[in-house]
């Protein structure tokens, strides 16, 4: 799996839009974009994933950029509950191997 | 999606004891896993449960420290053996639902060895 690139931490004021970049400039044709994320003392939860058109659900966007080398997702209004560790996880979907997770970006919502 | 729950939530355990934690899905499930978790770091893959067969283990993980058992489609355990402190972490369960469907993760069991 390619391998991501993510800043260490983030802050966002809330009810703001937080983007979180990832760099992924070795991802390759079958590989999708996924992005997890991690609250304090819980496990990881799935938030969003997409190959090469941008996404859209009830929780967040995801732009992936034309050449497919980095990504961002979007929560568009930021509340303090989406405060956690965000991982961008790049792999061949329906492949049988398991996701591994980098370091990730800890985003701060502030009051 | 699928619905993991672990059990224990959390516990304290001596030096030399064992834990096994159980996971339980709630639907048929195609693959299980098991990551570990240190303070303050990321994730990291133990091992991945086989239906019926011996788990895979990843590098420097072994069998005999974390024995796994998978005896169905939706419930697996693992066992911290002969624990030390360095294995206090948090101990997470992970499935796979179908060959293209989402990976979800259970709450976790956070290990406090003393």
């Known amino acids: 799996d390619a391998k991501t690139t993510q800043p260490p931490s983030m802050d966002c004021a809330e009810g703001r839009a937080a983007n979180l970049p990832c760099n992924h400039s070795?991802?390759?044709?079958?590989?999708?974009v996924y992005w997890y994320r991690q609250i304090h003392s819980q496990g990881p939860q799935y938030i969003i994933h997409?190959?090469?058109n941008n996404e859209t659900n009830e929780m967040a966007s995801l732009i992936i950029t034309e050449d497919r080398k980095s990504s961002t997702l979007i929560l568009p209004h930021a509340t303090l509950r989406d405060t956690a560790v965000y991982y961008c996880?790049?792999?061949?979907?329906?492949?049988?191997?398991?996701?591994?997770f980098g370091s990730g970006t800890q985003l701060t919502v502030l009051p | 999606s699928a619905v993991i729950s672990q059990k224990p939530s959390r516990d304290i355990c001596q030096r030399g004891t064992s834990l096994t934690i159980q996971c339980q899905v709630d639907s048929q499930v195609t693959m299980m896993f098991w990551y570990r978790q240190q303070p303050g770091q990321s994730l990291t893959l133990i091992a991945t449960?086989?239906?019926?067969?011996?788990?895979?283990?990843e590098s420097g993980f072994v069998i005999d420290k974390f024995p796994i058992s998978r005896p169905n489609l939706t419930f697996s355990t693992l066992t911290v053996s002969n624990m030390s402190p360095e294995d206090s972490s948090i101990y997470l369960c992970s499935a796979v639902a179908a060959a293209a469907a989402e990976q979800y993760f259970g709450p976790g069991t956070r290990l406090t060895v003393t």
């Open positions: 996880i790049v792999r061949v979907r329906g492949s049988a191997r398991q996701l591994t």
């Open positions: 449960a086989n239906q019926g067969s011996e788990a895979t283990y």
């Open positions: 997409g190959l090469k």
């Open positions: 070795t991802i390759s044709g079958n590989e999708y």
